[in-house]
């Protein structure tokens, strides 16, 4: 039975609601594991799974090392299709209803300094294919705080190169302008021109998919570029210069960081980055304010004294 509800319930994310590809293969990969823990636990009818075995469950979760936030997601993934089996009278009990999702700790996400972000971009690019597209991809990643997911689903028409903008296409398929200006722009247009023409040429499924969708970024044979080849560019680019397990996120966060630390105004970063509450953009604040102490530190001549009047 619980299978059958996945399946209905998969098809109801895409069909009805109009979740994404990413989405939804999240949603099945969360609970194919789910449904896997009820069968090693003799948990096949939906109507015996209390509160309790989802707490277990969790807590196993936890145990087999996924952080709070996974955790978190995990169970917005199980009391979903929970939540849709009551709906649709497949079964009557809820077992997640009162279920408080664990705390996600308040750590400040990694960035790079403005000094390690030219090191990155300013290196040697091979001159072929490949490498004007590997450049053009970490320049845009950090010049306009993209997500991977944007950047792969980047397409030819979004790019705005008059009016200097992007149109990307973030979570929940919502459009949003990101200005688009300096050497990412450079960047783009140099891979467009040298890298492009030679990539495009490849005559198989995919690259047919790609060249009729107008596919900004490909792979070798012509594809759409996937999210896993970005983070395998990103993090051999790093380790070329001596930054180690640099991922695309770190590059959108050294985005934001620079971007208050250079003046930029909270709503205007809050907008560029497609965040949908302001409170997501303000954890950079905190780096920020790291960022002003530091410097009053450093210049102020009695930051550091101790005064030893009584």
Request: proline residues 4%; hydrophobic residues 40%; positive net charge.
């Amino acid at each position: 039975m619980m299978e059958d509800a996945l399946s209905a319930f998969l098809d109801f994310l895409q069909i009805e609601r109009g979740s994404s590809k990413n989405t939804v293969a999240a949603y099945r990969r969360d609970l194919r594991r789910y449904l896997a823990w009820l069968k090693q636990n003799d948990l096949t009818n939906p109507e015996t799974i209390k509160r309790q075995d989802i707490e277990r469950y969790l807590a196993y979760l936890s145990q087999e090392g996924l952080s709070a936030r996974s955790v978190r997601r995990n169970l917005s993934a199980v009391r979903g299709i929970h939540r849709f089996m009551v709906a649709e009278r497949l079964c009557k009990n809820h077992p997640t209803a009162h279920i408080t999702p664990p705390k996600i700790p308040n750590v400040l996400p990694s960035f790079l300094g403005p000094e390690d972000i030219a090191r990155l971009l300013d290196q040697r690019w091979p001159t072929n294919p490949a490498g004007y597209r590997d450049r053009a991809i970490l320049e845009v990643l950090y010049g306009g705080g993209l997500r991977v997911s944007e950047l792969v689903g980047l397409n030819i028409l979004r790019v705005d190169f008059e009016n200097e903008l992007l149109r990307v296409l973030g979570k929940g398929s919502k459009e949003r302008l990101v200005p688009f200006l300096g050497t990412a722009q450079q960047a783009l247009r140099d891979y467009l021109e040298f890298g492009y023409p030679h990539l495009s040429k490849g005559n198989g499924q995919k690259a047919r998919i790609a060249a009729s969708e107008g596919a900004v970024f490909l792979n070798q044979a012509g594809g759409r570029i996937s999210r896993q080849a970005v983070h395998t560019i990103v993090e051999r680019a790093g380790r070329v210069v001596g930054i180690e397990g640099l991922h695309p996120h770190m590059l959108r966060h050294s985005f934001a960081t620079h971007m208050l630390e250079g003046g930029a105004d909270l709503r205007v970063v809050q907008e560029i980055l497609g965040h949908a509450d302001i409170q997501t953009t303000q954890i950079y604040t905190h780096l920020e304010q790291s960022h002003i102490k530091g410097v009053y530190l450093t210049a102020h001549p009695r930051a550091n004294a101790c005064s030893h009047a009584s």
